[in-house]
């Protein structure tokens, strides 16, 4: 299911070709006010081209009411300020608010708001008057209510505007999660740390033109491009490509994480150090149980994804890493330490992945799987 | 340095109706000259906090002080202290009252009571100062966030405060308007208004605050250098921060390649200079601008064999050179640009305020601890 | 934080939020109009103690600072306003205390046992009418309230305007209060002339914001399939019968009370008058 579009919209935006991919991680990046909200409502149909078509698969849209409900259950946008766009007066019944919409049972409605809610870590908050909540929690029930209408792209406006950065990772890890399900991520953003090693993607905008498309990597060895665009390189690419500038070698194949820039500048080769992943869907932990598996005591834990965390809470497990999770265990393996991640076992790959990838840039890390 | 300029004794404050208190036992300390951040995750306290320095808020209990003197509530000398002391909020479309950009930057002066031409001067110079003179006839509702932000900012600067104090500077700003006015903050600390923030963007704090203090859940739970707080891991954590980039590699690349952890790199140029010593650094050439620049001089520089980038740092210095449309290549960041550029071995130019000459010499002089030393050349 | 985002927070916590709206509608009602129309000084007193009763339990016999200052505020203007009654009687009748001692202010004081038991009766009829309202509105949220309007047939955009009005009110209220403070910090308030002018200004600058978040809200509205009014998930109870039966109980029992006892002189018991 891919978008395509070319098209322009008043002064807001002009010519502009943009197509998100299914399944795919897509980032429309620039600056305040160089038109990524106008281009994301014209997604949704919101706003209507002046010129131009959108195309959603391979029809373009009519701006009907039975085509649009549909696009817009099947994209949904989550924006900015969740002010914006939080109307009822309790948590549960902005999440139920696209589902009735849509003209569900209020079972299916009942179903997905317990569904929603876990998924961003509110459940439990059901009942709760919205104008209690923190900014943070705010976010996250504005994003649930997106999920409600279990939507095929889902675009994220600003994702992390104005969260702590724990906040940010743990959305930016829910993202992960739902694109590890089958729904198209596509974020919008001025923030280009957060999205550097998660775009697929990239799309530039500068002053309501699109400027750019295509690999990260490209767009941010182009200096002079990327700061009339009113951006800065992300810190790792400036890092490495100053670094390697002056070692003499070239700055690719691009490390996006810190400890493939730091593997780069200092390949450990074969490490001592091993990770062990558990995986779980929820349940409670047997701490005992690990590690008299592993064979050793007070290993640092680390957790990644919902699931997982829950599963911590639960088992009120001691948990070192509780950010940023296969990131640490990495650099633990790096120093020659074990480390043990408890994941969803929906997300196991993403773990190894990582790992993976760490290969091309000098050091090779054992993982092993608990299995019980 | 060392003289304290903000004092808190004991302090607890709790909002009417509010569950719990959102100050409790703050006892910080914040000297004058010394740049100083105050972090720690949403809903910490942190705007709380800074109620209190201006006495808008009172304390449940304990005490404030300013310069040794207990903060006052009422009458004259509140009124002093709120010209002495600026507060900038996050959101600038709550701190506008005015139609059009000049009228919201005179609101200040005009409450101090001072005459019309006074006030027009103020205005002007903060105008100057913020670089939107080309905003002064707007009106406010058009701007954009970045445009209102330094329309506040103008207001604050227009009351002459010996103190700035701004919550979340850089909050919803695109990375290179984040840049620029953190160079501005980083300038008006230089000329004697000492700037306070808070935050928590780690890397933005790791890189300008000479101390931090750190709130979480209403507690001071840290005050000192920023580099023995994120040793610290789990109170990072629980104070729900992440560590900075910087200090992040320089932890792992020093765990490595097995060389100390001190001394601790801030910025970019500082950790290339740790991590991969230069064999011959280039010259940063420093011309001092006051005025319009010497167009000759410039010319003479950057022509022939030299000069690989030119940047301006400083608002004058910028200033000049818009209006002499000179080709620069940093108009922000020269500071940090042109110095990575001198560890490539590349000579550089930037044409800086005199007033800020002695603070751009010492940048380029804080090198030297990391190993490399950078020469650099007064015009 | 108002007092209006006190009263909601309370309602959602309350112990009757989810007996029907419409019910405890019909309910305090229907008391409040027997107490306004009642001659008889125990029917209000009666209500009174059920107003005080149903706030308790709705409370949890917890009420928050800011409502019970409100709630005397109300008894102490009905306690001036009713003395006021007291005092001023009919000429023509015969005083029967403090007789032709004095003045309040200009106004001679003049209790007769008619003024007295009269103004007994208000006093009873405002404090029921306040803790039958109170007991309504704390532990009614205004959703629910909306919900039973739409039950009663009123139009539902009104009700959709009160629903988003009430959601916005708060996020304008939030706003308000912290331009205030960063007028303050700018000395906005010194001196009389110039807080007028900041106040001005504030009421503009809210004014504007609203227009923005309606503007904003459009889209976002449109984005989730908006229909033209708000569904309402978890719908509070349905009116049930046993309301009406427990309604007409207790008038019933109120109207006997009413015209079998004799309703107390209070002058006589107050102030042994005869």
């Excluded at chain 1, 001592?272 to 592993?294: M, P």
């Excluded at chain 2, 003197?69 to 009124?79: D, N, S, V």
């Excluded at chain 2, 080709?327 to 490539?344: K, R, V």
Aim: proline share 5%; with cysteine.
């Amino acid at each position: 299911m891919s978008y395509r579009y070319g098209n322009s919209n008043y002064n807001a935006i002009d010519s502009v070709d943009f197509t998100a991919s299914h399944g795919r991680r897509t980032v429309i990046l620039g600056e305040n006010g160089c038109g990524k909200s106008t281009l994301i409502y014209q997604l949704n149909g919101v706003y209507k081209p002046v010129s131009g078509t959108v195309f959603y698969g391979d029809m373009p849209i009519s701006y009907d009411k039975e085509f649009l409900t549909e696009l817009r259950s099947d994209v949904s946008v989550v924006l900015q300020n969740p002010d914006d766009q939080i109307f009822s007066s309790t948590v549960e019944e902005d999440v139920a608010f696209g589902p009735l919409n849509l003209g569900l049972s209020r079972e299916e409605v009942g179903e997905r708001i317990g569904r929603s809610l876990e998924c961003v870590g509110m459940s439990g908050f059901a009942e709760v008057p919205v104008q209690r909540l923190s900014y943070g929690q705010k976010k996250r029930v504005s994003l649930a209510g997106a999920l409600a209408s279990h939507p095929k792209i889902l675009v994220l406006d600003e994702p992390t505007a104005g969260l702590d950065p724990q906040m940010s990772r743990e959305v930016m890890e829910i993202a992960n999660s739902l694109i590890r399900e089958g729904i198209s991520v596509v974020v919008s953003t001025h923030d280009v740390n957060l999205i550097y090693n998660w775009v697929e993607d990239l799309y530039v905008m500068r002053n309501g033109h699109m400027v750019f498309s295509g690999d990260a990597d490209e767009f941010f060895s182009d200096r002079p491009s990327v700061y009339l665009s009113g951006l800065e390189q992300p810190s790792i690419f400036s890092i490495n490509h100053n670094m390697e500038t002056l070692r003499g070698t070239i700055p690719a194949s691009y490390p996006k994480t810190m400890s493939q820039m730091v593997s780069r500048l200092f390949p450990s080769g074969s490490s001592a150090g091993r990770i062990f992943i558990y995986q779980t869907e929820g349940e409670r932990i047997d701490q005992d149980a690990i590690e008299e598996a592993v064979g050793k005591k007070g290993m640092p834990i680390a957790v990644y994804g919902p699931s997982a965390r829950r599963s911590v809470t639960r088992s009120k497990l001691r948990v070192d890493f509780y950010f940023n999770g296969i990131e640490c265990c990495i650099r633990e393996a790096m120093v020659n330490h074990d480390s043990l991640i408890i994941v969803d076992r929906g997300l196991k790959g993403i773990v190894t992945e990582a790992v993976e990838e760490l290969r091309a840039y000098g050091t090779r890390i054992s993982i092993r799987e608990l299995v019980f | 340095m060392s003289a304290p300029l903000f004092r808190t004794e004991g302090l607890f404050f709790r909002y009417e109706g509010g569950r719990g208190d959102a100050l409790a036992d703050v006892n910080i300390t914040i000297k004058e000259g010394a740049r100083t951040v105050i972090m720690g995750a949403n809903g910490a306290g942190k705007s709380t906090f800074f109620y209190h320095l201006n006495g808008v808020l009172r304390p449940s209990k304990g005490s404030v002080f300013f310069r040794g003197e207990k903060i006052p509530h009422r009458g004259k000398a509140l009124r002093k202290l709120r010209s002495e002391v600026a507060v900038m909020l996050q959101d600038p479309n709550d701190q506008l009252f005015a139609p059009k950009v000049s009228d919201d930057i005179a609101f200040g002066p005009k409450n101090l009571g001072l005459d019309a031409q006074t006030v027009g001067e103020r205005v002007r110079d903060a105008l100057y100062i913020t670089g939107i003179e080309s905003l002064e006839g707007r009106s406010v509702m058009q701007l954009s966030f970045g445009q209102k932000k330094r329309v506040v900012l103008a207001g604050a600067l227009a009351m002459h405060p010996k103190v700035l104090i701004m919550d979340e500077p850089t909050a919803g700003l695109d990375p290179q308007m984040s840049k620029e006015l953190i160079e501005l903050a980083d300038e008006l600390h230089h000329l004697g208004t000492t700037v306070i923030f808070s935050t928590h963007d780690v890397d933005l704090s790791y890189s300008w605050a000479d101390e931090v203090h750190v709130l979480r859940g209403g507690r001071n739970v840290y005050s000192g250098s920023s580099e023995r707080f994120y040793d610290d891991t789990s109170e990072v954590y629980l104070s729900g921060l992440v560590e900075p980039a910087m200090y992040d590699i320089n932890v792992s690349i020093s765990e490595l390649a097995g060389c100390p952890v001190e001394p601790f790199p801030k910025t970019l140029p500082q950790l290339m200079a740790k991590a991969v010593p230069s064999e011959g650094p280039g010259t940063v050439h420093i011309l001092p601008v006051e005025g319009p620049v010497d167009r000759e001089l410039f010319s003479s520089l950057t022509s022939g064999s030299g000069m690989s980038a030119t940047g301006v740092y400083g608002t004058n210095a910028r200033k000049s050179a818009e209006a002499s449309k000179l080709p620069i290549d940093y108009f922000f960041g020269a500071d940090e640009g042109c110095i990575i550029e001198a560890l490539h071995g590349k000579d550089t130019l930037i044409c800086c305020d005199r007033s800020l000459t002695d603070l751009l010499i010492s940048k380029i002089g804080s090198m030297s601890r990391f190993g490399t030393e950078v020469p650099y050349s007064l015009h | 934080m108002s007092e209006q985002v006190q009263m909601d927070v309370l309602a959602y916590g309350s112990r009757m939020v989810r007996w029907a709206p419409l019910g405890k509608l019909l309910y305090t009602f229907s008391l409040l109009i027997l107490a306004l129309l009642s001659e008889n000084i125990f029917v209000p007193m009666i209500t009174f103690c059920v107003g005080m009763c149903l706030m308790a339990y709705s409370t949890n016999f917890r009420l928050p600072p800011i409502i019970g200052l409100a709630i005397l505020e109300a008894i102490l203007i009905m306690v001036i306003g009713c003395g006021m009654v007291s005092i001023l009687g009919n000429p023509s009748e015969p005083a029967v205390f403090l007789k032709g001692k004095g003045e309040f202010l200009w106004i001679g004081i003049h209790i007769t046992e008619n003024s007295f038991n009269n103004a007994w009766l208000i006093m009873f009829r405002a404090i029921a009418g306040v803790t039958l309202m109170l007991s309504f509105a704390s532990s009614t949220p205004i959703p629910h309230i909306a919900y039973a309007l739409r039950q009663l047939r009123i139009p539902k955009e009104v009700i959709d305007i009160v629903v988003l009005v009430y959601r916005y009110a708060f996020l304008l209220l939030e706003r308000t209060e912290v331009m205030w403070n960063a007028a303050k910090c700018r000395l906005g308030f010194s001196g009389a002339r110039r807080s007028m002018s900041t106040t001005a200004g504030i009421l503009v600058n809210v004014f504007i914001t609203s227009l923005e978040i309606a503007e904003r809200s459009q889209p976002a509205l449109e984005s989730r399939n908006y229909n033209g009014s708000f569904p309402i998930y978890r719908m509070p109870n349905k009116i049930g019968l046993y309301w009406f039966a427990i309604t007409a109980a207790a008038c019933a029992s109120l109207y006997i009370i009413g015209y079998y006892i004799s309703t107390p002189n209070m002058a006589a018991i107050l102030l042994g008058a005869v």
